[in-house]
């Protein structure tokens, strides 16, 4: 903990994909040094909200608020430079290129000093990728790309930092190597926001946590109570079901085994 009292902090943010409002109205917040959790069903509009907050898709309505500015439907790269870092869905990288390549990608904005330390520091928290810089990014496993991935995020020096479903796809074993790496962004002062399917990984390592689902949030408040009251957060995920919606409940109780 730093003992500082930044906050990322959304107001009223209402986001459409197509003629649709997708996120509505929804006012978080994501307090720096800390783990929030976001959880919901599938579409609650999660990675949509994220997209908004990271510039990438322009909110219809709503703020969001850094140090007194509001960066809503601002460029990405200004985004990022206010020191928010987007961890997409899905772990896209540039197949083709070595993990040095895309780690270089994620550095262009910064200069040469930067670029270095950046680098440096990704590859402290990532150890594993030391032996991995020539390879092409297609012949990682998947725990491997979503490390560069995370590494992406983090070589900007990031103050807060957006990981949209860190462990889908990934093996148990996997999944318990990220925890602590998540664990220390928080420590070392960054302001986290996790959305991960396995309400228990993401509840285990959040402070404060939300529960969205149609768009709209339905819960908020301490990662205990909701570890205190799975029904709290079933309730949104079988609203899903009743809604008649597509796509299988998220395992919301689940947890991958420890290793
Ligand atoms: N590219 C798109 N064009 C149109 N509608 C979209 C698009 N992407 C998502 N949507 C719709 O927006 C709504 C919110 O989707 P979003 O991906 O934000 O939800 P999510 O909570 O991230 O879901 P998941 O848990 O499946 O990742 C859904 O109804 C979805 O079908
Ligand atoms: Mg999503």
Known sequence: MTGTTDVLSLEGLTVARGARNVVRD??????????????????????SMVLAIGGILKPVAGSVHLDGVDLAGRRPERIRRAGIAIVPEGRRLLPELTVAENLRVATYTLSGADAEAGRKRALELFPEL??????????????????????????????????????????????????????????????????????????????????????????????SELRANPELLQSAYLLRGRNGAAGSPAPAGAQPRPA
Request: aromatic content about 6%.
């Open 26 to 47: 929804v006012s978080l917040e994501i307090p720096a040094g800390e783990v929030t959790a976001l959880l919901g069903p599938n579409g609650a509009g999660k990675s």
């Open 130 to 223: 030391e032996k991995r810089l020539e390879y092409s990014a297609r012949s990682l496993s998947g725990g491997e790309q979503q490390m560069v991935v995370l590494a992406q995020a983090m070589v900007s020096h990031p103050r807060f930092v957006l990981i949209d479903e860190l462990s889908l796809g990934l093996a148990p074993v996997v999944v318990n190597r990220l925890v602590p790496t998540i664990r220390s962004f928080a420590e070392s002062g960054i302001g986290v926001l996790l959305i991960e399917q396995f309400a228990t990984v993401a509840l285990g390592l959040a402070n404060r946590a939300y529960v969205m689902e149609g768009g709209r949030i339905r819960f908020s408040g301490m990662a």
